[in-house]
């Protein structure tokens, strides 16, 4: 599915994003079908603007489902951490009017421990972004150590009140770093441990998730999976009706088991 070079740009910078993987018409199917989960949510009632967060996400719906099983996305997951890989769960969030759309800079898993894990997230907008109003920025390369302990004041300023990304004696937007100004269609696929962010008020941005994680191969990582993920291994039996998933997914259970074990 990719180049050397695209593999290469993943390992190096910890993202990469493929432009207009997805055709307008095939947009215009995810976003129906993603109105439809955050309305049945909702229990049929109009959309009022609040907030919705819903995880999981893709599991409610056979149309988003089949991006899951996609080579756009299940291909190109393979290239990326190899074809070892586990389900880890999906999502779907919109932004409720009430709110900025920002996020301060941060790391899904941060940690020296965590960079050693090849996790990755994908991300696919159903709103065009840009710098000025929601778009992902990234900062490429601090998905490896010891970039990524530098970083650390950032995982510090994340989600505390009053602060807008302060650190290192400038605002959380003049951070160096990669935007990434998407059109619905584009797809981004970022490692856990990369420090990203999102600035500029943006109070209706909405975007679809998914989750993937290589095989754990030492109770580290598997205790990590555990404290990260661990709805991840109550499978949701739609996902084994679908010979391609039913293989991320059939050791699930038993790794969890395993998981809490550990826990223990």
């Known amino acids: 599915m ?38 049945e949510d909702r229990e049929g009632k109009s959309d009022d603007g609040r907030h919705q967060s819903l995880a999981p996400f893709a599991e409610r719906s056979p149309r988003l489902l089949d991006l899951a099983e996609d080579d756009r996305i299940y291909g190109v997951v393979s290239d990326l951490i190899g ?3 586990l389900w880890s769960g999906s999502e779907g969030n919109k932004e409720g009017i009430t709110g900025t759309g920002e996020h301060n800079w941060h790391a899904d898993r941060p940690g020296v421990e965590e960079t050693e894990y090849r996790r990755l997230k994908v991300m696919i907008y159903l709103e065009e972004t840009t710098k000025e109003q929601g778009a992902l920025r990234v900062i490429p390369g601090s998905h490896r150590p010891p970039f990524h302990q530098w970083l650390w004041p950032l995982q510090a300023h994340h989600n505390k009140d009053g602060t807008i990304g302060n650190s290192f004696g400038v605002k959380g937007e003049d951070i160096p770093a990669c935007v990434l100004e998407i059109v619905p269609g584009d ?69 969890g088991e395993k998981a809490r074990g550990l826990a223990v």
Request: charged fraction near 30%; charge should be neutral; include cysteine.
């Open 2 to 39: 990719l180049t050397p070079e695209e593999q290469e740009h993943f390992d190096v910078f910890g993202f990469l994003c493929l432009r207009q993987a997805f055709a307008s018409d095939e947009m215009k199917e995810i976003i129906r079908a993603a109105d439809e989960v955050w309305t």
């Open 83 to 85: 074809p070892d890989f």
């Open 187 to 255: 797809v981004v696929f970022f490692h856990h441990s990369l420090f990203h962010a999102a600035f500029g008020k943006f109070p209706r941005r909405r975007y679809i998730a998914f989750k993937f994680v290589t095989r754990p191969d030492s109770d580290a990582k598997l205790r990590s999976m555990q404290r990260y993920a661990p709805s991840a291994f109550d499978v949701d039996p739609v996902l084994r009706e679908r010979p391609r998933l039913r293989q991320i997914v059939e050791d699930l259970p038993a790794l």
